[in-house]
């Protein structure tokens, strides 16, 4: 079996100091929280910049300090989100992947997001993998719904997309797929053989979902963007914590932890 990719989701779009008062905000801050996740076992971090005042960003700049930061620190693979908030255009979503990283997301397709709706027409599908395309970045296969499973299988056929594939299985958010055992099963089952594959589970559904991700053989998404907490009513510490966390699990059960060049040989990134 493969070794464990662990990506850490340090920040999200939505949740609040209020709600996690350990959350990082600042470059400093997201770029310190990083490296800790880089020693707990951590070969990727998934970013969502914030601005001065803490809300969400889609900035070039911001990015751009951000994957200074981290570089300057340890080689983590560095994954932006072009998801950003659900306000955000499709031009300023765009903006991170102009900073030529290794790996950036590409959702693919629109649902309701709690109260919300994440649209991502066919229009900005396509906008999206070709500029990922033109700069050599690979995309990772944002999945909350099984028919999104579909889209992404049309911009392979339209060339726009590579293969082999790497999907993110996101589960649990409120309006959108649930996170049963039996909805990550055809979610797997339903892609190419070839593909590689991490799980994000929302909130209580983080840790089952990643359990099962370590049997199966696919790959594990935890951090605040998914889940604040570290048991039922007990906040984490850290994005590291939850971390440290699947590195115990995957090592008591025989799954070795990917390092960053490790994940980049079995994801395929170009050096």
Not at 111 to 129: I, R
Not at 171 to 193: F, K, N, Q
Not at 216 to 243: C, I, M, P, T, W
């Amino acid at each position: 079996m493969e070794k464990l990719i662990i990506t850490a989701a340090l920040t999200g779009a939505e949740v609040t100091r209020e709600q996690q008062p350990n959350l990082p905000l600042t470059p400093d801050e997201i770029a310190n929280e990083a490296y800790e996740c880089y020693q707990a076992g951590a070969a990727m971090v998934h970013v969502h910049a914030r601005d001065g005042e803490g809300k969400p960003t889609q900035s070039y700049d911001v990015y751009k300090e951000i994957k200074e930061k981290i570089e300057a620190k340890c080689n983590v693979i560095f994954q932006p989100s072009t998801g950003g908030a659900v306000w955000h255009s499709p031009e300023e979503r765009l903006q991170p992947v102009e900073l030529k990283p290794e790996m950036a997301t590409l959702s693919c397709g629109t649902c309701n997001f709690g109260p919300d709706v994440f649209m991502n027409t066919e229009e900005y599908m396509k906008k999206f993998a070709r500029r990922m395309k033109e700069l050599g970045v690979k995309p990772e296969l944002e999945i909350f719904e099984r028919g999104m499973i579909e889209n992404a299988m049309k911009l392979v056929k339209r060339g726009l997309v590579e293969r082999p594939l790497h999907f993110d299985f996101v589960l649990g958010v409120p309006g959108a797929c649930p996170a049963t055992p039996e909805d990550l099963l055809h979610m797997v089952r339903s892609i190419p053989s070839d593909s590689t594959w991490t799980v994000a589970g929302i909130g209580r559904y983080e840790l089952p979902l990643a359990v099962m991700a370590i049997i199966l053989g696919g790959h594990v998404r935890v951090g605040f963007e998914d889940n604040v907490y570290y048991n039922k009513g007990q906040l984490a510490e850290s994005n590291a914590q939850l971390v440290a966390r699947i590195v115990r699990i995957a090592k008591e059960m025989g799954r070795d932890i990917a390092t960053p060049d490790e994940a980049r040989e079995i994801l395929g990134l170009k050096k």
